[in-house]
Protein backbone atom coordinates (compact mmCIF):
# COMPACT_ATOMS: atom_id res chain seq x y z
CA UNK A 1 0.00 0.00 0.00
CA UNK A 2 1.29 3.50 -1.31
CA UNK A 3 1.84 5.48 1.97
CA UNK A 4 2.29 9.67 1.98
CA UNK A 5 4.02 10.52 5.59
CA UNK A 6 4.27 14.17 6.46
CA UNK A 7 6.15 15.88 9.25
CA UNK A 8 5.39 17.50 11.13
CA UNK A 9 2.02 16.18 12.39
CA UNK A 10 1.36 19.66 14.17
CA UNK A 11 3.65 22.64 14.47
CA UNK A 12 2.78 25.51 16.10
CA UNK A 13 4.95 28.66 15.32
CA UNK A 14 4.86 32.90 16.25
CA UNK A 15 4.03 35.19 13.08
CA UNK A 16 7.14 36.06 10.99
CA UNK A 17 8.84 32.85 11.38
CA UNK A 18 9.61 30.46 9.00
CA UNK A 19 8.66 26.76 8.03
CA UNK A 20 9.34 23.55 6.29
CA UNK A 21 6.62 21.08 6.11
CA UNK A 22 7.93 17.41 4.73
CA UNK A 23 5.74 14.69 2.12
CA UNK A 24 8.07 11.24 1.81
CA UNK A 25 6.93 8.29 0.30
CA UNK A 26 8.76 4.94 -0.80
CA UNK A 27 6.72 4.94 -3.85
CA UNK A 28 7.72 6.92 -7.09
CA UNK A 29 4.57 9.36 -7.45
CA UNK A 30 4.14 10.95 -11.33
CA UNK A 31 2.72 14.06 -9.66
CA UNK A 32 2.14 15.02 -6.40
CA UNK A 33 0.11 17.88 -5.01
CA UNK A 34 -0.64 20.63 -1.89
CA UNK A 35 -3.57 21.46 -0.56
CA UNK A 36 -4.49 23.57 2.09
CA UNK A 37 -7.96 23.12 4.26
CA UNK A 38 -9.24 25.36 6.73
CA UNK A 39 -12.08 23.91 9.43
CA UNK A 40 -15.76 23.50 8.05
CA UNK A 41 -14.19 23.67 4.37
CA UNK A 42 -12.81 21.27 1.71
CA UNK A 43 -9.00 20.98 0.64
CA UNK A 44 -8.25 23.79 -1.81
CA UNK A 45 -5.42 23.13 -4.14
CA UNK A 46 -2.44 25.49 -3.97
CA UNK A 47 0.15 23.72 -6.25
CA UNK A 48 0.95 20.54 -8.76
CA UNK A 49 4.65 19.63 -9.07
CA UNK A 50 5.55 17.30 -11.85
CA UNK A 51 8.79 17.04 -12.70
CA UNK A 52 11.34 15.78 -10.95
CA UNK A 53 13.48 18.64 -8.60
CA UNK A 54 10.65 20.70 -10.03
CA UNK A 55 10.77 24.17 -7.80
CA UNK A 56 7.54 25.91 -8.13
CA UNK A 57 7.09 29.24 -5.80
CA UNK A 58 3.70 30.83 -4.77
CA UNK A 59 4.37 34.31 -2.80
CA UNK A 60 6.04 33.38 0.42
CA UNK A 61 5.34 29.79 -0.41
CA UNK A 62 7.85 27.34 -1.86
CA UNK A 63 7.30 23.93 -3.34
CA UNK A 64 10.07 21.29 -3.94
CA UNK A 65 9.27 18.17 -5.69
CA UNK A 66 12.47 15.52 -5.03
CA UNK A 67 14.90 14.55 -7.85
CA UNK A 68 13.34 10.57 -7.26
CA UNK A 69 9.52 11.95 -7.42
CA UNK A 70 8.88 9.98 -4.08
CA UNK A 71 9.06 13.50 -1.79
CA UNK A 72 8.55 16.96 -1.59
CA UNK A 73 8.75 19.81 0.68
CA UNK A 74 6.50 23.08 1.06
CA UNK A 75 8.50 25.88 2.74
CA UNK A 76 6.75 29.17 4.37
CA UNK A 77 8.45 32.49 4.59
CA UNK A 78 7.36 34.83 7.48
CA UNK A 79 4.76 32.86 8.59
CA UNK A 80 1.43 34.63 9.04
CA UNK A 81 -1.88 33.77 10.75
CA UNK A 82 -3.43 33.31 7.72
CA UNK A 83 -1.73 30.55 7.05
CA UNK A 84 -2.77 28.45 9.87
CA UNK A 85 -4.25 25.18 8.41
CA UNK A 86 -4.20 21.77 7.68
CA UNK A 87 -1.70 21.13 5.03
CA UNK A 88 -2.05 17.96 2.60
CA UNK A 89 0.11 16.39 -0.13
CA UNK A 90 -1.07 14.21 -2.39
CA UNK A 91 0.44 11.72 -4.74
CA UNK A 92 -0.60 10.21 -8.03
CA UNK A 93 0.27 6.82 -8.92
CA UNK A 94 -1.98 7.15 -11.80
CA UNK A 95 -4.45 9.00 -13.45
CA UNK A 96 -7.38 9.10 -11.46
CA UNK A 97 -6.07 7.72 -8.15
CA UNK A 98 -4.53 10.37 -6.06
CA UNK A 99 -3.46 9.52 -2.24
CA UNK A 100 -3.60 11.91 0.48
CA UNK A 101 -0.70 12.72 2.77
CA UNK A 102 -1.55 12.40 6.80
CA UNK A 103 -1.42 15.97 7.03
CA UNK A 104 0.10 18.48 8.90
CA UNK A 105 -1.54 21.16 11.08
CA UNK A 106 0.23 24.62 10.68
CA UNK A 107 -1.32 27.40 13.78
CA UNK A 108 0.87 31.20 13.22
CA UNK A 109 0.18 32.77 16.52
CA UNK A 110 -0.14 36.60 15.72
CA UNK B 1 -21.46 30.00 -7.98
CA UNK B 2 -20.12 27.36 -6.73
CA UNK B 3 -17.93 24.51 -8.43
CA UNK B 4 -17.94 21.79 -6.09
CA UNK B 5 -21.66 22.01 -4.22
CA UNK B 6 -23.15 19.14 -1.79
CA UNK B 7 -25.69 18.63 0.25
CA UNK B 8 -26.56 18.33 3.16
CA UNK B 9 -23.46 20.18 4.99
CA UNK B 10 -24.57 18.29 8.13
CA UNK B 11 -26.37 14.93 8.97
CA UNK B 12 -27.02 13.75 12.33
CA UNK B 13 -29.38 10.30 11.88
CA UNK B 14 -29.66 7.26 14.08
CA UNK B 15 -27.96 3.63 13.40
CA UNK B 16 -29.71 1.55 10.78
CA UNK B 17 -31.05 4.47 9.10
CA UNK B 18 -30.51 4.72 5.16
CA UNK B 19 -29.33 8.18 3.91
CA UNK B 20 -27.72 10.10 0.79
CA UNK B 21 -25.61 12.87 0.15
CA UNK B 22 -25.61 14.70 -3.39
CA UNK B 23 -22.75 16.42 -5.52
CA UNK B 24 -22.71 18.08 -8.27
CA UNK B 25 -20.17 20.04 -10.02
CA UNK B 26 -20.15 22.68 -12.84
CA UNK B 27 -16.50 22.72 -13.72
CA UNK B 28 -17.07 20.04 -17.10
CA UNK B 29 -14.71 18.11 -15.19
CA UNK B 30 -15.15 14.18 -16.45
CA UNK B 31 -14.19 12.48 -13.15
CA UNK B 32 -15.45 12.98 -9.95
CA UNK B 33 -14.48 11.47 -6.14
CA UNK B 34 -16.10 10.32 -2.80
CA UNK B 35 -13.47 10.61 -0.19
CA UNK B 36 -14.15 10.26 3.71
CA UNK B 37 -11.98 11.97 5.79
CA UNK B 38 -11.85 10.83 9.82
CA UNK B 39 -11.09 11.85 13.12
CA UNK B 40 -7.26 12.40 12.00
CA UNK B 41 -8.02 14.20 9.12
CA UNK B 42 -6.71 11.55 6.89
CA UNK B 43 -8.47 11.84 3.35
CA UNK B 44 -9.51 8.15 2.13
CA UNK B 45 -10.54 7.75 -1.56
CA UNK B 46 -13.76 5.82 -1.81
CA UNK B 47 -15.03 5.97 -5.18
CA UNK B 48 -14.21 7.62 -8.49
CA UNK B 49 -16.34 7.81 -11.05
CA UNK B 50 -15.27 8.40 -14.93
CA UNK B 51 -17.84 9.80 -17.64
CA UNK B 52 -20.66 8.01 -15.27
CA UNK B 53 -18.54 4.96 -14.87
CA UNK B 54 -16.94 3.66 -11.76
CA UNK B 55 -13.82 3.38 -12.36
CA UNK B 56 -12.33 2.91 -8.80
CA UNK B 57 -14.16 1.29 -5.97
CA UNK B 58 -11.32 0.67 -2.80
CA UNK B 59 -12.43 -1.60 -0.12
CA UNK B 60 -15.63 0.21 0.78
CA UNK B 61 -18.64 -1.69 2.78
CA UNK B 62 -21.12 -2.28 -0.10
CA UNK B 63 -23.50 -0.85 1.85
CA UNK B 64 -22.00 2.80 0.43
CA UNK B 65 -23.37 3.02 -3.20
CA UNK B 66 -22.27 5.51 -5.50
CA UNK B 67 -24.43 6.84 -8.30
CA UNK B 68 -23.81 8.86 -11.56
CA UNK B 69 -26.47 9.88 -13.42
CA UNK B 70 -24.85 12.59 -15.24
CA UNK B 71 -21.28 13.31 -15.40
CA UNK B 72 -22.03 16.51 -13.60
CA UNK B 73 -23.40 14.64 -10.45
CA UNK B 74 -22.32 12.03 -7.94
CA UNK B 75 -24.34 10.96 -5.29
CA UNK B 76 -23.38 8.87 -1.95
CA UNK B 77 -26.25 6.65 -0.54
CA UNK B 78 -25.30 4.88 2.44
CA UNK B 79 -27.60 1.74 3.89
CA UNK B 80 -28.26 0.52 7.44
CA UNK B 81 -25.52 3.18 8.87
CA UNK B 82 -23.34 2.25 11.71
CA UNK B 83 -21.31 3.85 14.18
CA UNK B 84 -18.26 3.86 12.74
CA UNK B 85 -19.31 5.21 9.54
CA UNK B 86 -19.77 9.36 11.10
CA UNK B 87 -17.16 10.95 9.80
CA UNK B 88 -16.59 14.11 7.02
CA UNK B 89 -17.65 12.92 3.50
CA UNK B 90 -15.97 15.23 0.59
CA UNK B 91 -17.08 15.22 -2.75
CA UNK B 92 -14.83 16.19 -5.51
CA UNK B 93 -13.97 16.80 -9.64
CA UNK B 94 -11.35 16.85 -11.71
CA UNK B 95 -7.78 15.26 -11.15
CA UNK B 96 -4.41 14.78 -12.17
CA UNK B 97 -3.95 17.36 -14.81
CA UNK B 98 -6.34 19.91 -12.99
CA UNK B 99 -6.21 19.29 -9.35
CA UNK B 100 -8.88 17.99 -7.14
CA UNK B 101 -11.78 20.60 -6.45
CA UNK B 102 -13.09 19.57 -3.49
CA UNK B 103 -16.95 20.23 -2.07
CA UNK B 104 -17.33 21.79 1.20
CA UNK B 105 -17.92 18.49 3.25
CA UNK B 106 -20.91 16.46 4.93
CA UNK B 107 -20.43 16.08 8.40
CA UNK B 108 -22.06 12.93 8.98
CA UNK B 109 -23.35 12.15 12.41
CA UNK B 110 -24.37 8.43 13.30
CA UNK B 111 -26.20 8.05 17.35
Known amino acids: TQLLEQSPQFLSIQEGENLTVYCNSS?????LQWYRQEPGEGPVLLVTVVTGGEVKKLKRLTFQFGDARKDSSLHITAAQPGDTGLYLC??????????FGTGTRLKVLA | DTAVSQTPKYLVTQMGNDKSIKCEQNLGHDTMYWYKQDSKKFLKIMFSYNNKELIINETVPNRFSPKSPDKAHLNLHINSLELGDSAVYFC??????????FGSGTRLTVV
Open chain 1, 27 to 31: SVFSS
Open chain 2, 92 to 101: ASGGRNYGYT
Open chain 1, 90 to 99: AGGPGTYKYI
